[in-house]
């Protein structure tokens, strides 16, 4: 007789190999960004005895040109201003002087033009000063007779007071222009009986009509003191 089979065993599946975890990598640790040094500031050299010499003359220069404009005497005002000119050597006090001269040339052609405007008054006419109205009794370019309140006053063109100097110019120059406004704020700038800021509203006005004063209107600002 056949002896009976004995079961044939499956065979089992293979079992696939569990993967070793793979560790999470360390990361490389940054360094903190070194600080941006502070600039090093310039080391301006101290002035010589010789060049705090010369720049106290060039202050000095541009301080007496400043006080002869306010004196309505333009021609010692010239004369300071080219020494400051000459005088002036480092940048900053460079462009002080240039700015004393549009200074100067403004004033300058603010009183050539009261000087104009006196030559031509009627003797019959009549000038607005502020609120008041005031007869012409004669007029030249060197002098003028007023009549105010009754009585008879006699100017000579340095002596104007400060009203009637500005309302000659107003009538002889077009204030339609912007340059006649530039041409009052200098005036006012330097008379010594103006507030600056009278000046400095002239000047903004003259710079809403195209004049170009930015550079000038500075110059209401400089210190002319060591």
């Known amino acids: 007789s056949i002896p009976p089979l004995e079961p044939v065993p499956r065979p089992l599946p293979e079992q696939a190999p569990v993967p070793m975890p793979v560790p999470d990598p360390t990361p490389e640790p940054v360094p903190d960004p070194l600080p941006t040094p502070a600039p090093v500031p310039e080391q301006v050299p101290e002035p010589t005895p010789a060049e705090r010499a010369a720049l106290g003359a060039a202050m000095r220069a541009m301080r007496a040109t400043r006080q002869a404009l306010a ?47 006196m030559a ?21 370019n060197e002098r003028i007779v007023i009549r105010v309140a ?11 007071p ?19 406004i530039v041409y009052q704020g200098a ?26 004063v930015d550079e000038l209107m500075q110059v209401l600002d400089d210190d002319y003191e060591l």
């Not at 006419?125 to 609120?131: A, D, M, R, S, V």
């Not at 400060?162 to 006649?180: C, H, K, V, Y």
């Open 150 to 160: 009754g009585r008879n006053r006699r100017y000579v063109l340095k002596e104007l």
């Open 71 to 117: 004196d309505r005497n333009l021609p010692l005002a010239m004369s300071k201003l080219a020494e400051s000119e000459q005088l002036a050597k480092l940048p900053e006090h460079v462009a002080m002087a240039a700015r004393l001269r549009d200074l100067y040339e403004c004033v300058f052609q603010f009183w050539k033009g009261v000087s104009a405007g």
């Open 187 to 212: 005036f006012l700038a330097v008379d010594p009986n103006a507030d600056v800021e009278r000046a400095r509203a002239k000047w903004q006005e003259a710079a809403a009509r195209g004049a170009k």
């Open 162 to 180: 400060s009203g009637l100097a500005m309302a000659i110019a107003r009538n002889w120059f077009d204030e339609t222009q912007p340059d006649t």
């Open 120 to 140: 031509q008054l009627n003797s019959t006419g009549e000038l607005q000063i502020n609120n008041t109205t005031v007869a012409i009794v004669e007029s030249d």
